[in-house]
């Protein structure tokens, strides 16, 4: 089995900055994706980021570029996601999940761990 943690969320000012933690624990072993998804109220969960650890590639969605930086400490079973530059629109609680089926982070619909997700809130 899987365990998945996130934290780190908060309030924060548009224009800010926040890094998610997500550690991952439990049968690890193949363990090659982590992702970062997102659901706001009222909205329908969306990835927002992943990356392979397997590949060592990442990916982020549009609305994310330039802003948002994945990043892993293989060491601590530990994935970041630091957010730059917040908008108001960013708010949501942001979820990580594990995926032991595919070393393409990508695929955002096949995540099977998941944390209980953390609120960002971003005030205008």
């Known amino acids: 089995e899987v365990q998945v943690v996130e934290s780190g969320g908060g309030l924060v000012q548009a224009g800010g900055s926040l890094t998610l933690s997500c550690v991952v624990t439990?049968?690890?072993?193949?363990?090659?994706?982590i992702g970062w998804f997102r659901q706001a109220p009222g909205k329908e969960r969306e990835g927002v980021s992943c990356?392979?650890?397997?590949?060592?590639?990442?990916h982020y969605v549009d609305s994310v570029k330039g802003r948002f930086t994945i990043s892993s400490d293989n060491a601590k079973n530990t994935v970041y996601l630091q957010m730059n530059s917040l908008k108001p629109e960013d708010t949501a609680v942001y979820y990580c999940?594990?995926?032991?089926?595919?070393?393409?982070?990508?695929?955002?619909?096949?995540?099977?761990?998941w944390g209980q997700g953390t609120q960002v809130t971003v005030s205008s």
């Open positions: 990356i392979s650890t397997r590949l060592g590639s990442t």
């Open positions: 439990g049968s690890t072993f193949d363990v090659h994706v």
């Open positions: 999940a594990a995926d032991r089926s595919t070393y393409y982070c990508e695929n955002y619909g096949s995540y099977d761990y």
